[in-house]
């Protein structure tokens, strides 16, 4: 199956510093998503990007589905960007409806005030 | 419209009993999905229903798990009989449209499965 790696695993900020999260896959896919994983467990949709770039306030990402690779790009971080993010890529098999999405292991980031 | 919702929010069970976890999609969402993370670990895909019928089930551990979605709507998962390693966040998603289009999966807040 597709493999998803994402570095860092974790990182730790000062609030107001910017960062970089990158999502790497093994193969062609149909879309890829970013999650943040609140403190309460919850996966909140950041990003629905199988390709180009994309911008909602302070974070942006861009995927590159060519060279398979993904970036979140967060601006100023707050300490309530805390918490883990997850890169999901979604892909259908040949001939059918059925899909799934395979999920990194995650970025933990921590943001220090 | 309101989310994805998954009921209940946290079980806690012995081994040996059965617990039947509940999600409802997002209305008109005809695609729905089951991921579960256990011990800490990933994310992983458990099983995809288009309205009522299973159309891919490769990633359920074994057949202590059931799932089903009755008339397309709302869906269920049963654990029978629970096991230690079952322990884990079970979260569903749901999306729109077939997967010649946009896919994009919506999440529910997950069910914290603790078995003791």
């Known amino acids: 199956g597709i493999q998803v790696e994402q570095s860092p695993p974790d990182l730790i900020l000062q609030e107001g510093a910017n960062s970089t999260l990158r999502c790497n896959f093994s193969?062609?896919?149909?879309?890829l998503q970013w999650f943040h994983q609140n403190p309460w467990g919850q996966l909140i949709n950041l990003f629905y990007i199988p390709s180009g770039t994309k911008q909602n306030g302070r974070l942006s990402a861009t995927t590159v589905a060519t060279e398979r690779y993904s970036l979140l790009y967060i601006s100023s971080s707050q300490t309530t960007d805390s918490g883990v993010y997850f890169c999901?890529?979604?892909?259908?098999?040949?001939?059918?409806?059925?899909?799934?999405?395979?999920f990194g292991d995650g970025t933990t980031l921590t943001v220090k005030p | 419209e309101a989310g994805v919702t998954q009921f209940p929010s946290h079980s806690v069970i012995e081994k040996g009993q059965t617990v039947t976890l509940r999600c409802d999609p997002i209305s008109g969402h005809d695609n729905l999905y089951w991921y579960r993370r256990v011990m800490g670990k990933e994310i992983k895909f458990l099983l995809h229903f288009v309205k009522e019928s299973k159309q891919d089930e490769s990633g359920m551990p074994n057949n202590r798990f059931l799932a089903e979605r009755t008339g397309g709507t709302y869906s269920t998962l049963k654990v029978q009989p629970a096991e230690l390693e079952d322990s884990g966040v079970y979260f569903c998603a749901s999306s729109r449209r077939s997967w010649t289009g946009s896919n994009e999966q919506f999440f529910g807040p997950g069910t914290r499965l603790t078995v003791l």
């Open positions: 193969d062609s896919v149909n879309n």
């Open positions: 999901a890529v979604g892909y259908r098999k040949l001939g059918t409806n059925a899909g799934k999405s395979t």
